[in-house]
């Protein structure tokens, strides 16, 4: 049992896989010596050596390309984009190949490869890498898109990337990288994927995120408790495909919800979520389905970040409108 | 078989490493005035980089790449662009946009995360481009720029933009030198080969014997330089930058250099350098060079170096201290989110404006 942050159980996720199964393969942009400029792949390729964990060329669309080149063999490629900000030469080689092969082929090929990227704001970092664009991947039939919010959800649900025979696109919020730890055994038991995790049950409002927003959101959770507002907690994880049968159980019960994410409003995730609420729950509901984003603007710099970022009061102030809707 | 093409690259050096001149030198490198001011130019980025890194490590600054040891590769570039020309700069620009003619204040307002740190106020630098992060996307731009000036038959223009030689790897690297090529575009192509694409060595990024000879495929005239000779950098560029005005093509120039700063502040080089190369490195430093020449020559006296040196803190201070009283009492009101998305603002943003103004008043 080890006490670990969020990149911690990253890593120990990856070494517990290279270790079991020796089709795994590391690659990216300084993850081999340098451990990735995040540490993610820290001390592995000392480990497992320069065929395992390879220092690549600097070029994005050639790692996704190897990646879907190497998957079509067998291998299980865990490739590393730097920043989520700087995959976009890798969008063609993900959206046109990684993501539809399996169809392609109609499951004669398919794709057992994952891109880790760290993603989002709040570490007051340059230009460009602090974006939240995960729904541009959760558009892409084919693709997983999961994503951690703690350290033993990244331990479990990289796991299940790793094996989960389908691409995966695995977003660490990069903000909660080293915020909180966990004790986490390495026993290589893997979490499920496209399923929300309930973590906190309540009864008067359903509270919906993932990611780094999860820490404002059960912040938010608190505060409210203390207003005697009961909310119920939870984690979507896996945003592509959609677990929306626990998302609506759980408003079928609180009969309202608020669902929080960093990325811009228009065309996000929680777009998604309200309209399978408006679609398949909508007599269960006592309020309108209502969404704390971020601005539909570009991620301003360091100095404004903070103007943009979904705060706890955001929450509170959208989740006291609903509760007092009429 | 016989032999369908061949090709050599040119390696070129004014100053050896002991900052002995060879006996044909350019004509500005015979005016002392020319070399002192370029002795400047360099001693000024490399004081402005020190002072922006000790910013950071106090929390006056946010991550920043620092130019040290690569001030020739920028101001010998960068001092060869006249008015017209225009300039697509990079991350690792510093000395260049400088040389250009962009504000050291307004760079460090960029690297201090406000983003008015990009609208250029010198009236020569109105339609450079801003600094870009996502590697490589700036050299189709600068194909681009180019591709306007050809198109329009515009006389005695040209456009300068720089990459590191990591970026070399990039797809969109190559693309931008085959379209300048077959367009024969008044362009000049500068790879900054500081040896280190953060941690990545040359030898993991290339095969080839130079970075120079990427162009060779695209058909462009192609050399190396000394990066740490800035005669031979000022040169090299000078020359391209005449060729392409003149309706001569495109030329990449390849720098040689040594990237003696971790890769950013973020940076944490001992992680993976040999300190003896690096070490090594230190003894070729361009500043060093060019004083030793100008010293050696009687192009300068060493009072007139010493006092060009303080007159570069002096002025360096001033930019920080613009900087400074820019971040202290200069604060972008919430709207300015919005204000720059689009021409005119539609009315969905509208409402988020008012939003954002509401919580950034409280
Ligand atoms: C498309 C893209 N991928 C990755 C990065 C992250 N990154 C920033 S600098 C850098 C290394 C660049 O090395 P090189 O091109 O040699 O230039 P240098 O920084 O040494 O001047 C990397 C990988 C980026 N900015 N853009």
């Known amino acids: 049992m080890a006490t670990l942050t969020l990149i911690e159980a990253v890593t120990l996720a990856m070494e517990h896989e290279l270790a079991r199964d020796k089709d795994v393969v590391l690659l990216g942009e300084d993850v081999g010596l340098n451990g990735g400029v995040f540490r993610a792949t820290d001390g592995l390729q000392e480990k497992f050596g320069v065929d395992r964990v390879i220092d690549t060329p600097l070029a994005e669309a050639m790692i996704a390309g190897l990646s879907v080149g190497m998957a079509g063999q067998g291998m299980k490629p865990v490739a590393e984009m730097q920043f989520m900000g700087f995959v976009f030469p890798a969008f063609n080689q993900i959206a046109t190949a990684a993501a539809r092969m399996r169809n392609r082929t109609r499951g004669r090929l398919s794709m057992p490869l994952v891109f880790r990227m760290p993603y989002g704001g709040g570490i007051h970092a340059p230009e460009h890498h602090s974006e939240s664009t995960e729904a541009l991947f959760a558009h892409l039939p084919g693709l997983r898109v999961v994503i951690p919010s703690n350290p033993s959800r990244a331990y479990g649900l990289l796991l299940a990337a790793i094996r989960d025979p389908d691409p995966v696109i695995f977003l660490e919020p990069k903000r909660i990288y080293r915020i909180e730890k966990h004790e986490i055994e390495d026993d290589g038991e893997a979490y499920p994927l496209d399923t929300c995790f309930i973590d906190r049950e309540g009864d008067d409002i359903t509270l919906v995120s993932w990611g780094a927003m999860m820490h404002e959101t059960l912040k938010a959770a608190d505060k409210l408790s203390e207003d005697g507002i009961s909310a119920e907690v939870i984690d979507v994880a896996t945003i592509s495909p959609l677990d929306s049968a626990t998302i609506l159980d759980s408003v079928e019960k609180t009969g309202r919800c608020v669902v929080i994410q960093e990325a811009p409003r228009a065309g996000g995730i929680a777009s998604e979520i309200a309209a399978e609420i408006a679609e398949k729950g909508l007599l269960s509901l006592l309020a309108p389905v209502c969404r704390v984003a971020g601005y539909d603007t570009i991620m301003p710099y360091a100095r404004m970040e903070g103007q943009y970022m979904p705060s706890v009061e955001r929450i509170t102030d959208e989740v006291q409108k609903v509760m007092q809707f009429k | ?362």
């Open chain 2, 1 to 362: 078989m016989r032999t369908s093409a061949s090709f050599e690259i040119k390696y070129l050096q004014y100053l050896d490493e002991k900052a002995k001149p060879a006996n044909d030198l350019p004509d500005f490198a015979k005016d002392p005035k020319i070399l002192i001011q370029l002795y400047k130019d360099m001693q000024f980025v490399r004081i402005l980089d020190k002072r922006t890194v000790a910013l950071q490590r106090i929390g006056k600054m946010h991550t920043y790449p620092a130019s040290l040891g690569q001030e020739a590769v920028g101001v010998g570039s960068g001092s060869s662009l006249q008015e017209g020309d225009v300039l697509i700069p990079y991350y690792r620009g510093t000395a260049t946009m400088i040389a250009k003619g962009i504000k050291p204040h307004e760079i460090l307002q960029y690297w201090g995360g406000d983003e008015r740190g990009s609208d250029y106020k010198d009236k020569n630098c109105k339609e450079d481009f801003p600094i870009a992060v996502p590697i490589a996307t700036q050299m189709l731009h600068a194909a681009g720029v180019a591709t306007a000036i050809k198109l329009r038959k515009q006389k005695g223009r040209a456009v300068l933009t720089e990459i590191g030689e990591g970026g070399t790897s990039e797809g969109e690297f190559y693309e931008a030198l085959n379209v300048a090529g077959v367009w024969d575009l008044p362009l000049v192509f500068i790879i900054n080969n500081n040896q280190w694409a953060i941690s990545v060595p040359t030898e993991l990024q290339t095969r080839a014997e130079t970075f120079a000879q990427k162009g060779i495929a695209a058909g462009i005239e192609c050399l190396q330089v000394d990066g740490n000779d800035v005669i031979a950098v000022k040169d090299a560029t000078t020359r391209a930058l005449d060729k392409a005005r003149t309706g001569g093509g495109p030329t990449v120039i390849e720098a040689i250099c040594y990237r003696l700063s971790d890769h950013t502040t973020a940076d944490d080089a001992s992680r993976y350098n040999d300190p003896k190369v690096h070490e090594d490195a230190w003894k070729k430093e361009p500043i060093k060079r060019l004083q030793d020449y100008l010293l050696a020559s009687g192009g300068a006296l060493a009072e007139e170096l010493e006092s060009a040196e303080e007159e570069c803190k002096a002025l360096v201070e001033k930019e920080i201290q613009i900087y400074l009283k820019f971040m202290e009492e200069d604060h972008q009101p919430p709207e300015a989110m919005f204000d720059y998305l689009f021409a005119e603002l539609p009315e969905r943003t509208r409402v988020q404006r008012d939003e954002a103004i509401r919580r950034g008043s409280k």
